[in-house]
């Protein structure tokens, strides 16, 4: 039971990083690889400002501060630079690694005897893993609230149309380039958000962290489509949530089987291949095209 | 003597400059727009007609000369500031619509065309009913299809829904680029009715470049040829009415 509830607090802390990733992956049509590096740049911006002292709270919002500047660097390697967004998004990446360690000072930081946004009274009130859980529902309820109101704004929706086809939003007067910058900064701040909370729920912050968080971010957002076929975009960002918990329930289910740990990567890529294969067999979703368009130039 | 609304003054564009295959395809274009003009633009393929359009958008730079908005150089104004009085529709059904968007979420992004967005609800419920109405003088069931993501359409109802998207907000200028040219004859012929209809009952300044030579002495009430980068003939209403199409054919020759 405990580890259930563990799964599901994870998967809705970790659906942050889903919904950020929704932004461009899904309405811009931008495979953005960012997001492998702001989600430890969150976490160690984060857990370095906590171990010095500051507010979790502050440290918190820095983190995400943090994380917008990682996505605006990679939409200006877009934007101006004309470099493709899948190599834009790795070179940011390649670099914060650099960044992290900088920030930290070494390879890991321990928040251990420090406040975090998880040691206030109530959280300590709850039963162990529900702290996780109550986290994750207020946050993933603000987040997902607050993008449904914003892709329903005359904004938002010059937004989705510059990702579903940009030649006519430019010739609706909509400057695209302007709008791919403020999605992977919002999308990264995000990411940097889901960082922080990360290494303030697990106690530490490390330089490794990053890796393999495409493939779950990407996870839960073809589970949920997988799950839950045809919605609409309000139902959708909700599924990116529970296809985030999906995620981590088959892994623990797997797990349960007998891997170690050292084996998740190997275990969520095949768990995302696995459901990036069925819609292949029912033609629902077209995973083809983003992909395609991350590895040739910007027009 | 009318306004006129667009000047081009010996407007030139290069294309693939320092390299060997640099071309020059527009050779000093003079022309003026004037308001109330539905021009029809015929020439052969190479002959410039869609640069010509793609200077005045913006999309592609005048290397040489001015253009003149009401008298305002707008020579490098960007693309995205000139649709505040320019409007587009593309011979691609695909270029003129969102996809992943209804018919009415297309419609609504039109009627802010060159404005700036805010961050304001949209309004779409308030705008239906005059959306549907709208969508209903396009004679092609376009009216029942409005919460329909606009990938589902065929390709009349989108070039429709792209015309429609174009003049719902009244541009000074609107550019036609063969908008019915990946259309079957009877869809072709129903949407140009509707666009004749529309830019004469509205008196919309429009340009309109077409292959089909009857059309272009059909629609609009002046013509011009252009032959190899350069305006081969400028005709008014009243030598556009005399005119046959072998007649009109004679300038594309030698």
Redesign the interface.
Known sequence: MNLIVSSIGQGLLWALLGLGLYLTFRILDFCDMTVEGTFPLGAATAAAAIAHGMNPLLATLLAIVVGMIAGLITGLLYTKGKIPSLLAGILTMTAIYSVNLRIMGKSNVSLLGHNTLFSGDFMRSLPQYFDTVTMGMIVIAVVTILMMLFLATDYGQAFIATGDNTTMAKSLGIHTDKMINMGLMVSNGMVGLCGALVAQSNGYADVNMGIGTIVIALASIIIGEVAFGELTLNQRLVAVTLGSIIYRLILLAVLQLGFSANDLNLISSIVLAICMMIPQFEKVVNIRKPILKGVRPHE | MSKAILELRNVKTIVNKGTSNETTILKGINLTINEGDFITIVGTNGAGKSTLFNVI?GNLPADEGTILHNGKDITHES???R??FL??V?QDP????????TVA?NM???T????K??????KLKQNMARFTKLAATMNNGLEDRMTTATGALSGGQRQALSFL?ATLKRPDILLLDEHTAALDPHTSLNLLHATNERITKDHLTALMITHHLEDALTYGNRLIVLKDGQIKADLNAAEKEKLTTDQLYTYFED
Do not use: I
């Open positions: 958008g693309e995205e500031d649709t505040s409007a587009r593309f695909k270029l003129g619509t969102a996809p992943r968007m979420e609504l992004l039109a802010k065309r060159g404005e967005r805010h961050l304001v609800m949209r998207m």
